[in-house]
């Protein structure tokens, strides 16, 4: 098959260790995004939402290199936007590891950075379906409002089934891809989130079937309502950025953080009121169990940078310890 020609293409050379698998990773909602997906030859394909309309990235490793295609209204302001989205705005400057843990998964993850996609709203969507719910029923939901009322995003797209490919850092680099040589192709078309006016078009029932709660439906359709204001927070950054997202009815610390990491990739939004994280943090750096406000206590050392301590232990591994069974979610389209 054929693939459609790029809109535009670019080819970067980060002045910096990158794994690309890892600095994506945070922006990947489960195996079967239909936002993002990682290939089996590892190119990432990335379609969102740009003030100019939907994009497709498609990004492959070529030697030192990071080649670039993009498909789309939105295509040259996906392009100009790469490097901050690998993190070539991240400055970890006067980062000192406290702790052992933290410095040997530094060590071992040089290519660890803290990307920024430059935008609030693909990512506050996400970020608030995933209040208060296990994961799994979170990213259902994702997946079905970005199907339904997302757009399949432009550029190439094979049917099938979608790729789950490496998302770990860790995963071996692919071989190198020759100058010239063509991208492999997606596995199943790509969706971008859906855009406020499609959002607040969605009737309850709609809600409903996607398994989305009356809160969560209603932060998001507050959200949506003045979506054009929240992007400000970008330019804001830190805790003035994550002010003004609270602003809005139903969110709160916890979205606000999750949302800075991604959109303007701070290095010091902790995500306080995690279902697993202060335990996580406990566990891994105080060997014993935690509260929010003891993780924050255990974190303080780290503070500007508190996040990116948080993205070291997650490379890591570290968890915590299993005492009884798993959380089951509940299934709000059978209420």
């Given amino acids: 098959m054929t693939l459609a020609a790029p809109a535009a293409e670019r080819a970067w050379t980060p002045p910096f260790a990158l794994d690309l698998a890892a600095v994506l990773k945070p922006l990947r909602r489960g195996p079967a995004d ?31 290199e990071i080649r670039a295609s993009a498909w789309g209204p939105g295509a040259d302001l996906a392009l100009a936007a790469l490097p901050d989205l690998l993190g070539a705005g991240d400055d970890d400057t006067g980062f000192v590891a406290h702790h052992p843990l933290i410095a040997e998964s530094r060590r071992r993850a040089p290519g660890l950075r803290i990307g920024r996609t430059g935008q609030v709203w693909d990512v506050l969507i996400p970020a608030v379906l995933e209040q208060k719910v296990t994961g799994k029923e979170a990213w259902r939901s ?83 309502s003045v979506a054009t204001r929240l992007e400000r927070a970008v330019d804001l950054g830190g805790e003035a950025g994550r002010e003004l997202l609270r602003k809005v009815p139903g969110i709160g610390v916890w979205t606000a953080a999750e949302v800075a990491q991604r959109a303007w990739g701070d290095p010091d939004a902790v995500s306080v009121g995690d279902f697993h994280l202060h335990d996580v943090v406990g566990w891994a750096l105080a060997g014993r169990k935690a509260s929010d406000e003891e993780m924050l206590e255990i974190l303080a050392p ?8 948080i993205r070291y232990l997650e490379c890591s591994g570290a968890r915590k310890p299993r005492f009884g069974p798993r959380f089951a979610g509940r299934d709000y389209r059978a209420i």
Avoid: K, M
């Fill in 34 to 64: 239909p936002c993002l997906r990682i290939g089996q030859d590892g190119t990432a394909w990335r379609a969102s939402n740009t003030p100019a309309g939907p994009a497709t990235l498609a990004l492959r490793r070529s030697g030192g």
């Fill in 302 to 309: 780290y503070a500007p940078q508190r996040q990116r301590a």
């Fill in 142 to 224: 994702w997946r079905e409002l970005c199907r339904r009322f997302g757009t399949v995003a432009p550029g190439p797209a094979l049917p099938g089934s979608p790729i789950s490919g490496p998302a770990l850092p860790g995963t071996p680099e692919p071989e190198p891809v020759p100058p010239g040589a063509p991208l492999a192709p997606a596995a199943a078309p790509l969706y971008t989130p859906p855009t406020p006016r499609a959002l607040l078009a969605i009737p309850d029932w709609e809600w409903h079937r996607a398994g989305v709660d009356g809160a969560r439906r209603r932060t998001l359709l507050a959200a949506a």
